[in-house]
């Protein structure tokens, strides 16, 4: 097998696990035991918890997106109107995958299309739907950030933006490095390529004006 065959058939790294809001909302709290059995057969990671009863003010906040839309004030008196579980969850593609358990937004809709959902098992109607979930990653780190402040939610880039990273902020310097050590050939070449970068990296802070020491007279 060729190096090239091995580099095909590698599995590719997982180096980011997305992460997404949920929420149990008033009408389904005391589901709550039965909705996280759910979550956790579905292979989601409970990585926080809070059971909280928002104020109004605190619900217009979290749903300012929809401000001014007729059904604003019902969904902030329903949100509001007792305590809410939120929970934020792990998982690859954690989004689509929540929202897919989730089922569409109205009640009525997912009993016809996808019965087995959990907004179908657990909701009243378009409204009262039981539960939320993030659409999308910038809401998803808003909203974790909302309950839970202390959350660190930073995304590694992946894909296009990766690449795109590594070839502005990496490959310039990493191929000065690599082309110094093809000449050197070092023992080491691994401890030889990482005294090089520290001593030729761009961002390492400079003294303009080194301080001369005189000699004491």
């Known amino acids: 097998m060729t190096e090239m065959e091995e580099e095909i058939q590698m599995e590719k790294p997982h180096i980011y696990v997305e992460r997404t809001l949920a929420i149990i909302k008033p009408d389904a709290t005391e589901k709550e035991e039965e909705i996280k059995d759910i979550v956790l057969r ?6 926080q918890r809070r059971k909280v009863h928002l104020t109004p003010e605190q619900a217009s906040e979290f749903y300012a997106e929809h401000y001014g839309k ?6 902030i008196a329903y949100m509001s109107s007792g305590p809410i579980v939120a929970v934020a969850l792990s998982k690859d593609k954690a989004i689509s995958h929540w929202r897919q358990l989730l089922g569409p937004t109205s009640t009525f809709k997912a009993r016809d299309t996808n019965p087995d959902s959990l907004r179908a098992i657990y909701g009243t109607d378009d ?42 902020q990496v490959n310039p310097t990493l191929l000065k490095g690599l082309t110094e050590l093809c000449k050197n050939k070092p023992q080491d070449p691994v401890i030889w390529l990482a005294d090089w970068l520290l001593e030729n990296n761009p961002n390492k802070p400079s003294i303009k004006d080194p301080i001369i020491q005189e000699p004491i007279a």
Do not use: M, W
Request: glycine share 6%.
């Open 127 to 168: 409204q009262r739907n039981a539960l939320h979930g993030s659409d999308s990653y910038s809401n998803a780190e808003r909203e974790i950030r909302f309950f839970f402040p202390d959350s660190v939610v930073e995304p590694v880039p992946v894909g296009q933006a990766a690449r795109d990273y590594l070839k502005r």
């Open 70 to 75: 007729l059904f604003f004030p019902s969904l």
């Open 42 to 47: 579905s292979g989601f990671t409970i990585l």
